[in-house]
């Protein structure tokens, strides 16, 4: 069946359908990576987004669920050059195709994913719409494109209520890994899953309770403080400040999520809040950003955003350079820091935007980009193991 990818600048992509059967209007973008597509797919943070996958052929090794960084798959629409007929891994439970119809995702195969790339880098990041109506006018369309917002999602990816995730006490424990060295965190915590954690450093977080502030949050993050021995409780986004306070946490994570940050006022009153206590605080994505409203800096959405698996960033003390996974359309402003309040600790290498910020005075750090990345790179996961040295300078300070 024929499909068609209706830009609101008005250009027309003509393709094959994929997925399921229905036509919806997002925000399109794209992805770099050449690997990790259900992770992709599973992340939260593309809520209100149609992804483009810039390498040509996906789906060529399935879908492996026990991958998936949530529950269920978030994207309103995929977009690829070509989807693998055949999927070969010996890990896969269902191919790319089944996924998607399961999930109730529309896509379109067949098209110059480089050509729409190149065009939305040129013009920025808008909006399209995926469709199988031969008889669209263009007309019409072409001002419901342009109105379309991704609107409030954090509220839709948030968990609907509080939950825990035990740390791993004893690395031996049920023996050695076999398949993936990642575990869903939720179902580990809703015991629909044994323990398996994977190979890590000493858990030198053993007895840490970490509170993680689910904005989005991929399911990762909770694997990876768990795999170091943090015993984490997962916060629903709206969760008042003095509740977290109240649960004497040892930390304070704040995850990635969807959407623009300023949409998110509600959410950034408490994190002033948590700012205002003497709780370590370690924040990702759309954490970083929140925190750095919260304390008055500022943030303006990108031409076209980071969004893949090989973008270069620099420690500022260090002068290191670390490869990062990214999936990001808004940035914080670094002509509005005041110093006094926080200072940039990461730049990235490609275009000198921010990609961290270290807080004057607090216990607190916050990256633009993916530590806890799956299925890679995975440069930057010793900032795990710098939140949880910072948790026990701050329990002995």
């Given at each position: ?137 263009l007309n019409e369309l072409l001002p419901e494109l342009k109105k379309y917002t991704t609107g409030k999602v954090v509220e839709k990816v948030t968990c609907s209520s509080k939950y ?234």
């Amino acid at each position: 069946m024929k499909a068609f990818l209706i830009l609101e600048d008005g250009t027309v992509f003509t393709g094959i359908h994929i997925g399921a059967d229905k036509e919806i209007i997002s925000e399109i973008v794209f992805n770099t990576s050449m690997i990790g597509y259900l992770e992709v797919l599973t992340d939260p943070s593309y809520a209100g987004q149609a992804v483009c996958m810039t390498y040509p052929l996906i789906g060529n090794y399935g879908v492996c669920r026990e991958d998936a960084e949530s529950k269920r798959a978030w994207p309103d629409g995929f977009i690829v050059r070509e989807l693998s007929r055949t999927a070969s891994n010996f890990r896969k439970d269902i191919t790319i195709q089944t996924f998607l119809d399961e999930q109730g995702i529309p896509g379109i195969a067949g098209i110059d994913t480089r050509a729409l790339t190149k065009i939305l880098r040129e013009k920025g990041t808008m909006n399209g719409m995926i469709t199988t109506n031969e008889n669209y006018n263009l007309n019409e369309l072409l001002p419901e494109l342009k109105k379309y917002t991704t609107g409030k999602v954090v509220e839709k990816v948030t968990c609907s209520s509080k939950y825990e995730i035990k740390g791993v006490k004893d690395l031996s424990e049920n023996g050695p890994l076999s398949g993936s060295s990642v575990f869903v965190a939720q179902d580990y915590a809703e015991g629909k899953r044994e323990k398996r954690p994977s190979i890590t450093k000493a858990l030198n977080g053993l007895g840490k309770k970490v509170a993680l502030l689910d904005l989005g949050a991929k399911d990762n993050i909770g694997s990876s403080l768990a795999q170091r021995g943090c015993d984490v409780t997962v916060y629903p986004a709206l969760t008042k400040a003095e509740e977290i306070i109240a649960d004497q946490p040892d930390g304070i994570m704040l995850s990635n999520g969807p959407g623009d940050p300023k949409e998110c006022e509600s959410i950034i009153a408490e994190i002033k809040k948590l700012y205002d206590t003497d709780i370590p605080i370690f924040a990702i994505c759309l954490g970083h950003q929140l925190m750095a409203l919260a304390t008055g800096a500022d943030t303006y959405k990108m031409k076209y955003g980071h969004r893949g698996g090989n973008h270069p960033v620099k420690d500022l003390e260090t002068g290191r350079v670390y490869i990062s996974s990214q999936n990001h359309g808004y940035v914080v402003d670094m002509d509005k820091l005041d110093p006094k309040v926080a200072v940039p600790a990461f730049i990235n290498v490609n275009d000198g935007t921010n990609e961290g910020l270290s807080y004057t005075g607090k216990n607190i750090f916050t990256v633009q980009y993916h530590p806890e990345a799956c299925p890679g790179p995975q440069d930057s996961s010793y900032l795990f193991d710098r939140f949880i040295k910072m948790m026990e300078v701050g329990k002995n300070a």
